[in-house]
């Protein structure tokens, strides 16, 4: 078949309409994220204030605060990602550059992808039988923190599997041929190769446990209370809501939309900023 041959009319239709409804697809995905976006702003921007962001919840006083939510929110943040990431990422490398079972490698492969298409509530009563009742933790931050790096492995796992893949062959064997051993050819060159990836894991990982409601009802509690943050112990055996538990309980148990959107508003920002984050620490580490 020569290169001159001319496309026919059917074709070219057909790759018109196909350009189309990719167009018309990005255009609904970008005019809804917009939508929700601006509608939460528009409703959320008005409730907040400097009170707000910096009080506590009184019912006696009959005033909002998000301060405890928002700690308790980066607290768990912090936690699950500082268990999930060593663990997702390390399970990878292993799994890509070590296991020598292939079978067994696909198995677990397999078993992470169905982990990962479990619905939260089951993981919720999963932590609230393991971490807060066998383990005896009870209801607190740190029985949450263990229940989100338990569901966010997967996404991790795969997430990193998949871009170390992506890295070429030749570069391991260059790396070989120079004189490196296998894990200091994975440690400065597979893994710098494969940033990319594992930053997208850890941003995926941080936007499951922002937006997690279900499993924190169950495992951290629903006080809105400020908790004791002068040392981990403490933080350990306190129990508290994030800005999503929160949300629920001024939409549901109050009925206070304009504090759930004020505390929407806060959590489209912290969402946003973690992404930022996440795309500056990659770069300069690529660096």
């Known amino acids: 078949m020569s290169w001159n041959t001319p496309v026919s009319s059917r074709r070219r239709a057909y790759g018109i309409g196909v350009r ?10 970008c005019g809804l994220l917009v939508f929700l976006v601006g509608y939460i702003l528009f409703k959320g921007i008005p409730g907040l204030s400097w009170a707000f962001l910096t009080g506590r919840d009184s019912v006696l006083r009959g005033t909002n605060g998000i301060l405890p939510a928002l700690l308790n929110t980066l607290y768990v943040i ?17 799994l890509t550059e070590y296991a020598k079972n292939r079978r067994l490698a696909g198995l677990i492969e397999f078993a992470a992808e169905t982990l990962a298409g479990i619905p939260s509530i089951l993981y919720a009563l999963a932590g609230v039988i393991v971490f807060c009742t066998a383990l ?10 263990l229940t989100l790096a338990v569901m966010t492995f997967p996404t991790v796992l795969r997430s990193t599997q998949e871009s170390l893949k992506t890295v070429p062959r030749a570069y391991r064997e260059g790396a070989l041929a120079l004189g490196a051993g296998p894990w200091r050819a994975i440690r400065t060159v ?91 620490t990659g770069r300069r580490l690529r660096r």
């Open 78 to 94: 912090l936690l699950s990602l500082a268990i999930v990431l060593p663990l997702g990422v390390g399970a990878a490398v292993y």
């Open 190 to 280: 597979v893994l710098p190769a494969s940033l990319d990836g594992i930053v997208t894991g850890c941003v995926l990982a941080a936007g499951r446990v922002v937006g997690e409601t279900a499993v924190l009802m169950y495992t951290a509690g629903l006080s809105t209370a400020m908790q004791n943050f002068t040392s981990l112990r403490g933080l350990a055996r306190s129990s508290g809501a994030t800005l999503t538990v929160a949300m629920y309980v001024y939409a549901k148990e109050r009925a206070d939309f304009e504090a759930t959107f004020a505390a929407a508003a806060v959590l489209l920002l912290l969402t946003a900023l973690i992404n930022l984050a996440a795309l500056w």
């Open 136 to 145: 005896g933790l009870q209801k607190t931050l740190l029985a949450g923190s």
């Open 20 to 29: 189309l409804l990719l167009w018309l697809g990005a255009g609904i995905c």
